[in-house]
C-alpha cells in the first residue's frame, strides 16, 4: 500500500492549557513499520498527544517530526497530505451512508479530479472514481467487511462500524496510522479479529502504527514498544515486556500498595 514509513520522532513535547500542563517534556521514537503503544491511566496525556500529533492541538514547545517534515504548528489537513491517518475513539462515520460511500470519504485527499468535472461527469472523473472505488473494494476485504459495503454504516454491529473508520482511515493510503482506542467498548471475539487486522496493516502493508488502548492484553500481544505516561510525564519507554514489569508503571496503575 505505502513505501517505507519514516520514523516518527516525538522530542520534548510540552502542552499547556490555560497553566495546567498535560504534556511535559515527553519523547518517544516509532520505528517503521512497528506498532508503538501510548499507554497510562486516565488523565495521563494520551488523548493530548494523539491530538497534537494529528494537528488537532498546537504544541507549547517541543518538536514532533516524520520523516524530514515538521509536524508541530502544521494545520490537521496538511499532516494528512504527508500521510497521517487516524481513527477516533468516539466514531466518527455518517451513519446514513452506505460503508461503501463512508469508506470514499478516505480518498478525498488522492482525487485529482476537480468539481466542475466530477459534476458534469466527464470520462476522466469518472475513470477515477472508479478506480477509488476499486481500492476501497480491496481495503474493505482486507478488513473483512467485503459484504457489508451496501449497508447503511450505521447499521453495522458496533465492532464492524469500528472496523469500518479503521478501514476508512487506511483509505487515505497512510504512511503512519494513529488509532485512538480502537477495540474499546467490543467483544472478546471483536477485540480479537480487530487485532488481527491492526498486526496485518503492520505485516503486510508495513504502516507505522501509534496505538492508544486501555486493553492491556492486546497492548502486550500487538506493541513492538510501549511508552508510558502519568499526569503528562513519561514514566516508563520500551518493549513490552520490560514496561510491563517497571515499578513506575505498576505504581502508576495499581498505586503505592502495589510495591509495599
Known amino acids: 500500500m ?3 514509513a519514516p520514523v516518527l520522532e516525538v522530542r520534548d513535547l510540552t502542552v499547556r492549557f490555560a497553566g495546567l500542563t498535560a504534556l511535559d517534556g515527553i519523547g518517544f521514537t516509532v520505528r517503521p513499520g512497528t506498532v508503538h503503544a501510548v499507554i497510562g491511566p486516565n488523565g495521563a496525556g494520551k488523548s493530548t498527544c494523539f491530538n497534537v500529533l494529528s494537528g488537532v492541538y498546537r504544541a507549547t514547545s517541543g518538536s514532533v517530526r516524520f520523516g524530514g517534515e515538521e509536524l508541530t504548528g502544521l494545520p490537521a ?5 504527508l500521510g497521517v491517518a487516524r481513527t477516533f475513539q468516539n466514531l466518527a462515520l455518517p451513519p446514513g451512508a452506505t460503508v461503501e460511500d463512508s469508506l470514499m470519504l478516505g480518498r478525498h485527499r488522492l482525487t485529482r479530479t476537480g468539481f466542475v ?7 476522466s472523473a469518472v475513470r477515477e472514481e472508479a478506480r477509488h472505488r476499486e481500492r476501497v473494494r480491496e481495503i474493505a476485504a482486507f478488513v473483512g467487511l467485503e459484504d457489508q459495503l451496501a449497508r447503511p454504516a450505521g447499521t453495522l454491529p458496533y465492532g464492524q462500524q469500528k472496523l469500518a473508520e479503521l478501514a476508512r482511515a487506511l483509505c487515505m493510503e497512510p504512511k503512519l496510522l494513529l488509532l485512538d482506542e480502537p477495540v474499546a467498548g467490543m467483544t472478546a471475539g471483536e477485540r ?3 487485532a ?3 498486526a496485518g496493516v503492520r505485516d503486510s502493508l508495513g504502516i507505522s502504527i501509534v496505538l492508544v488502548e ?3 492484553g492486546v497492548v502486550m500481544r500487538l506493541a513492538d514498544s510501549v511508552t508510558v505516561l502519568d499526569f503528562g510525564r513519561l514514566i516508563a519507554d520500551g518493549t513490552p515486556a520490560s514496561v510491563q514489569s517497571d515499578p513506575a508503571v505498576v505504581r502508576a496503575y495499581l498505586g503505592e500498595e502495589a510495591t509495599s
Open 192 to 194: 480479537r479479529a480487530t
Open 2 to 4: 505505502s513505501t517505507e
Open 196 to 198: 488481527a487486522v491492526v
Open 117 to 123: 468535472a466530477a459534476g458534469l461527469g466527464l470520462p
Open 77 to 81: 489537513h496538511r499532516i494528512a497530505d
Open 214 to 216: 486501555h486493553d492491556m
